[in-house]
């Protein structure tokens, strides 16, 4: 079988959706199908206002699978502006639609980035004779609803939701693939009766091998860390979608408590975090990402990590946070809605705690038991063992490839 893949970003690019298509195409390749991706020549947040040069006519071919790479030339005015992400994206939509109209496939598969490259893989089936299916990581137009670019009552979000709608539907679809049961859920009643399967599965953690207890030991020793503090950090990219207040105005009023609130990534939200530091100096740390070759012992570090998703968020996306923070056997402070992927899998593996947004005094109590370091390893030990039965990077890989051979 001959399966298209398209998705603006694959490494080298250090985009999420990139990494985590990866491992699942060679997979594919390595079964002794044929495959293909799709995407941009340019890289995620490479500088704004270029055009990369062409990529050679033949695409790239990974010497150790049978995946080829076709790198389209797209503008790549990007991440800053509107208006540059628009341009960007109908640029990258022209070079695959151009390309999808001269190539055989038999299965066009369709992930999230740009939105609506289900519309692309949709016609592309018609055109060509084959399949469609559809890998969502973030699903539009309810994203934008829940960041408050469209209401729901509008005109606008009812035609961009039908356009979600038939790129998902037809006769040629083989279903939809999401990242947790609330996605699953929000889809199904986006496609209503009759629809083509829809299922999920879980992302799963990408950062390096195991670290070592004294690898561990020296890195927080090198921070600043006393053995004796308590050390919950916050790890990861500070996106829209994400919820700062709660954790903000803990810091703000706690005082003489041996915790350090620590901070790590970039993101929309990284200038809340930046203005409390102004006002409030000394009360946590702000850093910037670590580097992949530390990220193993960098999640160790901390005794406990804090992951967050705003309710209005909740089915739209699946924050990976988890994975990670789990794998490595740390039990996890989870600020939102306890019906949520997150929210499930946190109650489901009893390895941290969930609480409701703007509920302070759960918040406190939630601080007040992660300062005790027997309950910390009993909750980061179900956390590692959640992680192998259902994180798992391997066995997580080869059901995705079964689902898309499958479907």
Known sequence: MHFVFLNQYYPPDEAPTGTMLKPVVEA????????????????????????????????????????????????????????GKLAD?????????ARLATMRADRVVALTTPPYLSVLARLAARWRGGTHAHWVMDLYPDVMAAHGMLREDTLGYRLLSALARWGFGGGRSAGVLTLGPDMAERIGRLLGAGAREVAWIPLWETGGG??????????????????????????????????????????????????????????????EIEDFLREHPGRLELHDYVSEEELAAHLRTADVHAVSLRPEWTGTMVPSKLQGVFSA????????????????????????????????EALDAAMAQAGDPVLRTRMGEKA????????????????VADWLEGT
Request: proline share 5%; charged share 25%; with cysteine.
């Open 28 to 83: 594919l390749a390595l079964r002794g199908h044929e495959v293909t991706v799709i995407c941009s020549a340019g890289g995620y947040g490479k500088t704004a206002g270029t055009i990369p040069s062409p990529p050679p006519p033949c695409g790239e071919q990974s010497s150790a699978t049978k995946v080829r790479v076709v790198r389209l030339r797209a503008l790549q005015w990007g991440r800053r502006t509107f208006l």
């Open 89 to 97: 994206y109908a640029s990258f939509y022209f070079g695959c639609a």
């Open 210 to 271: 195991p670290a070592g207890d004294d690898d561990v030991a020296e890195l927080r020793s090198r921070r600043g860390w006393s053995d004796g503090e308590l050390v919950v950090m916050y790890s990861g990219n500070m996106g829209l979608g994400h919820r700062f207040e709660d954790l903000l105005e803990w810091a703000r009023r706690r005082s003489g408590k041996r915790c350090r609130l620590v901070f790590y990534g970039r993101g929309k939200r990284r200038g």
């Open 329 to 360: 056997g740390r039990p996890v402070l989870f600020i939102g809605d306890k019906a949520s992927s997150i929210g499930v899998w946190m109650l489901e593996s009893g390895a941290g705690w969930v609480v409701e947004p703007g509920d302070a």
């Open 384 to 399: 590692r063992r959640f992680a192998a039965g259902h994180f798992d990077r391997t066995a997580n890989v080869a059901r």
